[in-house]
């Protein structure tokens, strides 16, 4: 039987921002979980941290979520932590012909329907914690899209109202609900999106989680670190300004 309130569950925990909290919350002695659809990658990591758990899953498929609802359920009794943080991100020009239209599907099913899928499969297992809550990340292009990457955009501006609309709903269940809204953090995903230059200043993801962690304690809900609180701010106060500032250059260089 596990020890409630000390159990977590990571989606896209090998790498990046998923990692980095994951070693976070194993230093103030969580019990975690990461999944990833990587194995090898998974017990690269666990070899380097032989006290996190892993198993493998595609977040977009309902039998790998399933499944790995049973594996929780028999090896810890449940989870009382969600992370919903898997995530991809992809330059596209929507104006050239011959897009791959797959591709923009899968980063709709990952960074926005598996949040959704995640929930409803752990919803009755986090009913059971007496210390639930859910994180999702998304990004601070939230507040202000980045045409460069439409799709992204899209998404994360899609999980952050969605996440925003059911805050009170679960508050009604004890069920805690908490938004990390990150700005360019210095990760595989920044680089193969071509977002690690030096004028978007990326975060380490070390920074990120250490500055997620202090609003996370102090009960914060909505967490928007570096620049994702400036382009929260300015999306506000001045919006065609921030729109402006940020998309200078509207289409990837790279494509």
């Known amino acids: 039987m596990k020890a409630r309130q000390n159990t977590i569950l990571i989606t896209g925990g090998g790498s990046g921002i998923g990692l980095a909290l ?6 103030n002695d969580y ?3 990461i999944t990833g659809r990587n194995l090898k990658k998974l017990q690269e990591v666990q070899a380097v941290h032989p006290e996190l758990y892993i198993t493998p899953c595609d977040v977009t498929k309902d039998e790998d979520v399933e499944a790995l609802v049973a594996f929780t359920k028999k090896q810890f009794d449940g989870i009382d932590i969600l992370i919903n943080n898997a995530g991809i991100m992809n330059l596209f020009d929507s104006g050239k012909k011959g897009n791959d239209l797959e591709k923009q599907l899968d980063e709709v099913n990952v960074n926005f329907k598996a949040p959704m899928r995640m929930l409803h499969y752990f919803l009755p297992q986090l009913k059971t914690s007496t210390n639930a809550v859910l ?13 460069q990457s439409p799709v992204y ?21 004890h069920i805690r609900v908490v938004e990390l809204l990150p700005p360019v953090v210095a990760t595989k995903l920044a680089e193969e999106a071509d977002l690690t230059d030096s004028r978007l200043k990326p975060m380490p993801p070390e920074k990120l989680a250490a500055l997620f962690w202090k609003d996370f304690t102090s009960g914060k809900e909505e967490i928007a670190p570096g620049i994702s609180k400036q382009l929260q701010f300015f999306s506000r106060l001045a919006p065609r300004f921030i729109f402006n500032q940020l998309n200078k250059q509207s289409v990837p260089k790279i494509l």
């Open 22 to 27: 994951a070693e976070l919350f194993m230093k």
């Open 153 to 173: 955009s899209g998404t994360k501006a899609g999980l952050h109202f969605w996440t925003r609309s059911i805050r009170p709903q679960l508050a009604r269940h």
């Open 135 to 147: 994180i999702n990340t998304s990004s601070g292009l939230a507040y202000v899209p980045y045409c």
């Open 31 to 33: 019990k975690v979980i």
